[in-house]
Nanobody, 122 residues
């Protein structure tokens, strides 16, 4: 059963921006920490960013720090990833994640979305 649904992926030129959204499909995640991971072809799924349940604390991988911003909606049930100054190496399938604790590792995630493709052309 799909618990989290991502939207907002697409094709963008290097230097451009995209905004990803993640919303629950069947239950509330307002008491969960949430995050984003990504997986490029031939590579392992890696941590991108996370936010605690209240939205007060955010975490970023070094590779996206200063370019990506994670946030939660007013009802704390949705999460967004604003991606600026995109690079070709950001090309990947981006997955939304929810967890009881802040998810910075794959094994810390309780729920996954199905993923949305982000492609950055050079």
């Amino acid at each position: 059963q799909v618990q989290l649904v991502e939207t907002g992926g697409g094709l963008v030129q290097a230097g451009g921006s995209l905004r990803l959204s993640c919303a629950p499909s069947r239950r509330t995640f307002s008491n969960y920490a949430m995050g984003w991971f990504r997986q490029a072809p031939g590579k392992e799924r890696e941590f991108v960013s996370a936010i605690n349940y209240s939205g007060a604390n955010t975490y970023y991988a070094d590779s996206v720090k200063g370019r990506f911003t994670i946030s939660r909606g007013n009802a704390k049930n949705t999460v967004y990833l604003e991606m600026n100054t995109l690079k070709p190496e950001d090309t990947a399938v981006y997955y939304c994640a929810a967890a009881r604790g802040v998810p910075t590792r794959r094994d810390e995630v309780d729920y996954w979305g199905q993923g949305t493709q982000v492609t950055v052309s050079s």
